[in-house]
């Protein structure tokens, strides 16, 4: 099985920051990795996938990098709405989600 | 559009059994395959697994292997999570997705449906 890691586990931000979210593979995963975003009450939005390739009308602010083992997500300008838990995704062997990331707000 | 609609909230007791449905509208059933999540109160995403509808091949985490089904039915383009003896540990709430083609995996999701296993 592949397990996945993320950190931070949460973390808090102000309007206007530069956030990171790093996410780790127990094995090499090339570029099957994906990110999707989980505002509380709602079901999980898909944000990027292909490691870097940006979901249709997802905002450009959202970008992801990495390939084998390690990847980022990150936000160049954190806004009010990216309150929200983000959890990567594996989809190289099956599916594994990482425990997520929680961001919340200054 | 792409709509994936689950069915309601559920309050069982422990050993009872459930079905819960996941009805998919706007795109060619067969064409995707549907996936399972669980949510636990306070928790993260747990993939449980996932059906062909064509060929109604599942392949499961181990972690629900047993546990759980996975069905499809293509006439009413519906597939269907059933456990046979719930546990309060199944208490969550479950989202189904499609699994989108070539590097996309879950590209639209349902609304969740709420399990509540309480004796």
């Known amino acids: 099985d592949i397990q996945m890691t993320q950190s931070p586990s949460t973390l808090s931000a102000s309007v206007g920051d530069r956030v990171t979210i790093t996410c780790r593979a127990s094995q090499t995963i090339s570029t099957w990795l994906a990110w999707y975003q989980q505002k509380p009450g709602k079901a999980p939005n898909l944000l990027i996938y292909g490691a870097s390739t940006l979901e249709g009308a997802v905002p450009s602010r959202f970008s992801g990098s990495g390939s084998g083992t390690e990847f980022t997500l990150t936000i160049s300008s954190l806004q009010p709405e990216d309150l929200a838990t983000y959890y990567c995704l594996q989809y190289h062997t099956l599916f594994t989600f990482g425990p997520g990331t929680t961001v919340t707000i200054k | 559009e792409v709509r994936l609609v689950q069915s309601g909230a559920e309050v069982k007791k422990p050993g009872e059994s459930l079905t819960i449905s996941c009805r998919t509208f706007g795109y060619t059933f067969p064409d995707y395959w549907i996936t399972w999540v669980r949510q636990r109160p306070g928790r993260g995403l747990e993939w449980m697994g996932r059906i062909d509808p064509d060929s109604s091949h599942t392949d499961y985490d181990p972690s629900f292997e047993g546990r759980v089904s996975i069905s499809a039915e293509k006439s009413s383009t519906t597939v269907f999570l059933q456990w046979s003896s719930l546990q309060a540990s199944d208490s969550g709430m479950y989202y189904c997705?499609?699994?989108?083609?070539?590097?996309?995996?879950?590209?639209?999701w349902g609304q969740g449906s709420l399990v509540t296993v309480s004796s």
């Open positions: 997705a499609r699994q989108g083609q070539l590097l996309v995996p879950f590209d639209f």
